[in-house]
């Protein structure tokens, strides 16, 4: 075995170039896999956590009539007391915030310029308002007892031409099926990061919202986060059987990620099969060209007594090393392709879809299972490409092959 691989690797020397091209091939091949994977990565797990700190929660709990394409705002859809139902859901393990959110259709409108809003209704003291809170741009947060102020989104203040002291219209919905219109003053600009939800968002104290949707003491949901993103199906089998109300987890109230994601793994399983057949067919190039080129010396071989199937391991070894430097040198590239995207990272601004938050800023997000994983796939099809090679190196009739021009 020794003596093969040493032949292998001599051969392998003769041509260093072309040598040097295969594993830089299989390589390359290898970083692509791997850049696409962590990007991917990145985007869907950006996405998760986007929609459930910024819109969903790990769990919502509602009204089993609340209609959220609606934003309900009648006393039968709603939830009633939910601040002592919040409390009772905060006692829970794994919770770390359980609060109550109001959301509403509203309008703004400042001189000539207007624009539909979603209203949010929060408790300003509440953990769960952390993004907002920690995305203040200028200004203050808001306050629980705050009867005139609002926190806009940066897109929004900007196409509204609104900085903070400014006053601005919002008319919003009620729950008698009416609209109310009161005049307010911008606290604060914030930025989320997700040009999609800031683009569309005005934050209002909860008791305000509650006030001026005519909704008192009732919310359009519990909003709850946890410690633990796994712990959420437990969590909500716990909440169910101890209460009437709907209760909803974040694969529940987030299905296009969802959707999103499983299509993607499809259309990354196709590339990831294209740059492979690539990447193989390089490899397959290399290893017969040097069967043409030593197709005298494999004769010679097969004449003094060398059996075709130590000749196919030759040819198999030869691929092997080949996708060992390949490897080597595509893990390589990959650590250092994932490095040089996550410096500016790639920017999608408002490209976010309808119902889909995503960052305006996508990252890569690298995974040592990936590495791990790509990195045996691409050690084994490289492998495998040196198969016919070998096979058609092995079958050389030895009188043929000496027959053969140098």
């Given at each position: 075995?020794?003596?093969?691989?040493?032949?292998?690797?001599?051969?392998?020397?003769?041509?260093?170039?072309?040598?040097?091209?295969?594993?830089?091939?299989?390589?390359?091949?290898?970083?692509?896999?791997?850049?696409?994977?962590?990007?991917?990565?990145?985007?869907?797990?950006?996405?998760?956590?986007?929609?459930?700190?910024?819109?969903?929660?790990?769990?919502?709990?509602?009204?089993?009539?609340?209609?959220?394409?609606?934003?309900?705002?009648?006393?039968?859809?709603?939830?009633?007391?939910?601040?002592?139902?919040?409390?009772?859901?905060?006692?829970?393990?794994?919770?770390?915030?359980?609060?109550?959110?109001?959301?509403?259709?509203?309008?703004?409108?400042?001189?000539?310029?207007?624009?539909?809003?979603?209203?949010?209704?929060?408790?300003?003291?509440?953990?769960?308002?952390?993004?907002?809170?920690?995305?203040?741009?200028?200004?203050?947060?808001?306050?629980?007892?705050?009867?005139?102020?609002?926190?806009?989104?940066?897109?929004?203040?900007?196409?509204?031409?609104?900085?903070?002291?400014?006053?601005?219209?919002?008319?919003?919905?009620?729950?008698?099926?009416?609209?109310?219109?009161?005049?307010?003053?911008?606290?604060?600009?914030?930025?989320?990061?997700?040009?999609?939800?800031?683009?569309?968002?005005?934050?209002?104290?909860?008791?305000?919202?509650?006030?001026?949707?005519?909704?008192?003491?009732?919310?359009?949901?519990?909003?709850?986060?946890?410690?633990?993103?796994?712990?959420?199906?437990?969590?909500?089998?716990?909440?169910?059987?101890?209460?009437?109300l709907k209760v909803l987890t974040w694969k529940d109230l987030n299905p296009l990620v969802l959707e999103w994601e499983s299509l993607a793994q499809s259309y990354i399983a196709l590339f990831y099969m294209i740059i492979l057949a690539i990447t193989a067919s390089v490899v397959i190039?290399?290893?017969?060209?040097?069967?043409?080129?030593?197709?005298?010396?494999?004769?010679?071989?097969?004449?003094?007594?060398?059996?075709?199937?130590?000749?196919?391991?030759?040819?198999?070894?030869?691929?092997?090393?080949?996708?060992?430097?390949?490897?080597?040198?595509?893990?390589?590239?990959?650590?250092?392709?994932?490095?040089?995207?996550?410096?500016?990272?790639?920017?999608?601004?408002?490209?976010?879809?309808?119902?889909?938050?995503?960052?305006?800023?996508?990252?890569?997000?690298?995974?040592?299972?990936?590495?791990?994983?790509?990195?045996?796939?691409?050690?084994?099809?490289?492998?495998?490409?040196?198969?016919?090679?070998?096979?058609?190196?092995?079958?050389?009739?030895?009188?043929?092959?000496?027959?053969?021009?140098?």
């Amino acid at each position: 075995m020794m003596q093969t691989f040493k032949m292998a690797f001599r051969d392998l020397g003769r041509n260093r170039r072309r040598t040097f091209f295969s594993a830089l091939a299989v390589g390359i091949g290898l970083m692509l896999l791997v850049l696409m994977a962590s990007v991917i990565n990145g985007e869907m797990g950006s996405a998760i956590e986007t929609a459930i700190h910024l819109q969903s929660g790990h769990i919502q709990v509602r009204s089993a009539n609340y209609n959220v394409n609606k934003n309900s705002l009648k006393w039968d859809d709603l939830v009633a007391n939910p601040d002592r139902i919040a409390g009772q859901i905060a006692a829970l393990p794994h919770v770390i915030a359980a609060t109550p959110r109001l959301f509403a259709g509203g309008f703004l409108a400042t001189g000539n310029e207007s624009a539909g809003v979603s209203v949010y209704g929060i408790d300003p003291a509440s953990a769960a308002n952390d993004p907002y809170r920690k995305g203040l741009l200028s200004g203050s947060f808001l306050t629980a007892d705050d009867t005139s102020g609002l926190l806009i989104g940066q897109p929004a203040a900007l196409r509204l031409h609104l900085n903070v002291g400014d006053n601005v219209s919002l008319s919003v919905n009620t729950a008698d099926g009416g609209v109310d219109e009161q005049t307010f003053t911008v606290r604060g600009i914030f930025s989320t990061g997700t040009y999609a939800f800031d683009n569309a968002t005005v934050l209002l104290p909860l008791a305000k919202a509650q006030a001026i949707t005519q909704t008192q003491n009732h919310a359009s949901t519990i909003f709850v986060l946890l410690d633990d993103t796994s712990a959420a199906d437990s969590v909500a089998a716990a909440l169910k059987s101890s209460s009437s109300l709907k209760v909803l987890t974040w694969k529940d109230l987030n299905p296009l990620v969802l959707e999103w994601e499983s299509l993607a793994q499809s259309y990354i399983a196709l590339f990831y099969m294209i740059i492979l057949a690539i990447t193989a067919s390089v490899v397959i190039n290399t290893l017969i060209m040097s069967v043409y080129e030593r197709t005298r010396e494999i004769g010679i071989l097969s004449a003094i007594g060398m059996r075709g199937s130590r000749i196919m391991g030759l040819f198999l070894v030869e691929s092997s090393l080949l996708a060992v430097g390949g490897v080597i040198l595509g893990v390589l590239l990959g650590i250092l392709a994932v490095y040089l995207f996550n410096i500016r990272g790639f920017y999608v601004g408002n490209m976010g879809l309808s119902g889909f938050l995503l960052s305006n800023t996508i990252y890569a997000k690298p995974l040592l299972s990936d590495f791990i994983n790509l990195s045996i796939v691409t050690f084994i099809v490289t492998l495998l490409s040196g198969l016919y090679p070998a096979v058609t190196a092995s079958r050389l009739e030895p009188v043929t092959a000496l027959r053969a021009e140098k």
